[in-house]
Nanobody, 123 residues
Framework: QVQLVESGGGLVQAGGSLRLSCAAS????????MGWFRQAPGKEREFVGA????????YYSDSVKGRFTISRDNAKNTMYLQMNSLKPEDAAVYYC????????????????WGQGTQVTVSS
């Protein structure tokens, strides 16, 4: 099994930046790809972006493309989400996820999930 822990959430003004971290532990060798998702109150969980671990390939939702960047620190088994030019609509609980098999935007393809970290954006 794999354990994922998100951190770095908080309050930021619109136009500002925030960096989230997701630390992985346990059987991390089994993870093929990791992703970021977010969920605002009353809304479905939404794909943000994903990274394939072996070649560091990334892709993003259109809503965050050009503003958010996913990166990794392999030595620390940690994935990051750098969020720039934040908008009020970016406010949500952000979750990291891991998949043993898929590099995907579908939440159902991820078997491991963190507890979430709250991001609040003031206007």
């Amino acid at each position: 099994q794999v354990q994922l822990v998100e951190s770095g959430g908080g309050l930021v003004q619109a136009g500002g930046s925030l960096r989230l971290s997701c630390a992985a532990s346990g059987r991390t060798f089994s993870v093929y790809a990791m992703g970021w998702f977010r969920q605002a109150p009353g809304k479905e969980r939404e794909f943000v972006g994903a990274i394939r671990w072996n070649d560091v390939s990334t892709y993003y939702s259109d809503s965050v493309k050009g503003r958010f960047t996913i990166s990794r620190d392999n030595a620390k088994n940690t994935m990051y989400l750098q969020m720039n030019s934040l908008k009020p609509e970016d406010a949500a609980v952000y979750y990291c996820a891991g998949s043993r098999t898929y590099y995907s935007r579908a939440a159902s393809q991820y078997g491991y999930w963190g507890q979430g970290t709250q991001v609040t954006v003031s206007s």
